[in-house]
């Protein structure tokens, strides 16, 4: 869809705060030093020269501007040396794509259109000639061929293709149609796989209010209720489809709260994949990286032990270097609370610490990849 034109075919085939500590006064300095006796970097030296420097009958005690603490907002009141630059609040506007800033809709229309000439009317024609038997197919190519559109930010924060008048809602309430068909149908593959896709590419666009968001909120809900009506009605539930769930349920706009709930079913399908260790490394780790974005969003209750039980499935692969990484990555964006409970329940059994023994899974691949990369130097060096 790179060209001048687009055709979509639902065959698929076409498609430094400064000091202001008011009235506290500076203490008396060593000589050479730059310290305040409130930073917490203060010797006791210094700090005893200025009880020392305090009148006779004074009770040795710290003076009254290291007890009467200021606002963690202005650090300088803590110590005079301290230079901090000051905080801003994101802008919303930021993010706006250069291209698109300060257009008005009229004029974001126009200029959409001559970035991308006949999408929009591809993308219409693709809604109306969706049917049940190929709407996954359809969704997951648009999915695919519809970035760098996707990722564009019009002004307001919502996707350009959620801007714009009508985007992707006709096509995307013609989804919601198709599931619901092929539910009445008995077709509980065809409609599983198309609210998967649906929430797939919901999970791909942006949005800046809850009043823009709405309308496609409303269109996941239709999808997530026919995926757990399917699911109820007894549709194959496989890894793969879990963990593609997941990851889109991780990835999407905080409007939209999209949770990976499809019913008691599909929690107790999901609970014997992780209890079996998951079929490949990969889909571990994958799983285990959507379970954290979700835990650190909030979609997820903070338990420790279910999110440890989540790694354990991962670590019970051979997991390569780059795995290792991204599982140690995925526990540093855990929530506050939760790291902090993870660490002392570790400290209080070093044997179920499972935070060190992935740094020694790191580690040792890290070991293993710089031996063979000495041994094919010295491969190369015998050849020549």
Known sequence: MAGGSHTISACCTGLSVSWAASGAAR??????????????????????????????????????????????????????????????????????????????????????????PGLLEAVAGAAQGMAPATAAQLLRMLQAELPPALNDV?????????????????LLERAGDCCEASLRGGELALAAAAARAALSLLSCLRFGCG???APYAAVAVRCKQALKAAYDAGAIIAQEDVVELEAACARASSWLWLTPYAGQRYASAVGVFVSSGWASAELAVRYAEAYSRLLT???????????????????????????????????????????????LQARSQPAADWHSQLLRMHQEREQERLQRRRLQHTLANRSA
């Open 211 to 213: 009043e823009s968001a």
């Open 154 to 170: 019009a002004p307001g924060g919502d996707c350009v293709l959620v801007a714009i008048t009508p985007g992707l809602l006709p």
């Open 27 to 116: 203490r008396p300095r060593s000589a050479g030093r730059n310290v305040c006796s409130t930073c917490p970097l203060a010797s006791s030296a210094d700090v005893r020269q200025g009880l020392t420097a305090a009148a006779p009958g004074a009770s040795r005690r710290l003076p009254a501007a290291a007890t009467h603490r200021r606002p963690l907002s202005r650090p300088g009141a803590f110590c005079p040396d301290f230079r901090a630059s000051p905080t801003y609040a994101p802008d919303p506007e930021e993010a706006v794509s250069y291209k698109y800033r300060g257009l008005p809709p009229p004029a974001l229309h126009q200029a959409f259109c001559a970035e991308h």
């Open 297 to 343: 969003c909030g979609r997820y209750q903070a338990v420790e032990h279910k999110y440890v039980r989540v790694v354990r499935a991962a670590m019970g692969h051979r997991l390569s270097l780059e795995q290792t990484e991204r599982l140690l990555s995925a526990a540093q964006r855990l929530p506050v609370e939760m790291s902090i409970a993870l660490a």
